[in-house]
């Protein structure tokens, strides 16, 4: 989409360059697709362009691993296969490909679309929203006057197309601790078509110690977890579900009414109950899609050019 209300576009990674009417550019893939009116009552005049921050895609350590906002949904799907020749074993990788595959991309989106992008979008299917707030992740936010915080990316979310930043703030990176990544993990994603946006996506986590965090994406307006000191049984879990989630919390469009939402969200999150009480190792029960992780079809890789 031509933009035609922009009057700059500034190479910059400082918040106290930011001012009124001004937008952050990473991939751009959400931000010329929606026009420079749809993200405030005033139209957009200058682009603060973050594509020569030179920031590190993905930063690994003993303490986990850091996502630069500005890594592309290309570079995150790598991930797994790099750390697998490293001998990286972290279980939660796992995680990462069928979450890549739940954008459903084109090549466009595939390889220009960032991790922060998506979180700032902020739309309840979100699939890097649901990685990032299953994996237990934290948002480094910077402000005007070199401040800085974080946020847990289930808190970072706060309504459809809704989060936490301030005016002239920027997501500079998300966290993903080891602890989380070390944690067995059970994926379920339900869609009304075979290639639609997510209505349902559940991650839950199983860690050493047993306990079991459930994160309920995209059937939600924003992130909701459960966590439990040990693994639930089935009616404990329906319970805790329908406590944590009322009826004005599911998520309404034509992507899925609310109650096919909640049906399917207290389905999902059975078999994922289920799935994490078989021991380590054992085949997975049936699921909703892509679990175990299935190699995408020849189609999609033609169409992101892998």
Known sequence: MDMNTIEAVVRTTDPADWRDGDAWLAGGTVLFSYGSTAFGPEPLRRLLDLGSAGWQPV???????????????????ALPEKLAEDGTDWRGLDLIRPCCDSFVASFKVWN????GGNLCTSLPAGPMISLCAGLDGTATILGPGGSRREVPVADFITGDGQNALAPGELLRSISL??????SRAAFRRLSLSNLGRSGVLLIGRLDGGG???????AATKRPVQL????????????????TAIPAGLYHDDIHGLPD?????????????????SLP?????????????P???QKTQHTQRGA
């Open 260 to 276: 096919w939402r909640r049906d399917m969200t207290h389905r999902l999150a059975e078999e994922i109950r289920a799935a994490l």
């Open 177 to 182: 601790p080891a602890s989380a990544l070390s």
């Open 294 to 296: 299935q190699p995408p």
């Open 227 to 242: 966590r439990f000191a040990s693994l639930p049984d089935a009616p404990e879990l329906a319970g805790e579900l329908e």
């Open 280 to 292: 380590a190792g054992a085949p997975a029960p049936a699921s909703g899609d892509f679990w175990p």
């Open 112 to 115: 220009m679309s960032t991790v």
């Open 59 to 77: 930063t690994v350590t003993a303490d986990g691993i850091e996502l630069a906002a500005t890594c592309t949904v290309a570079e995150l799907y």
């Open 211 to 217: 306990r079991f965090t459930l994160t309920v994406t």
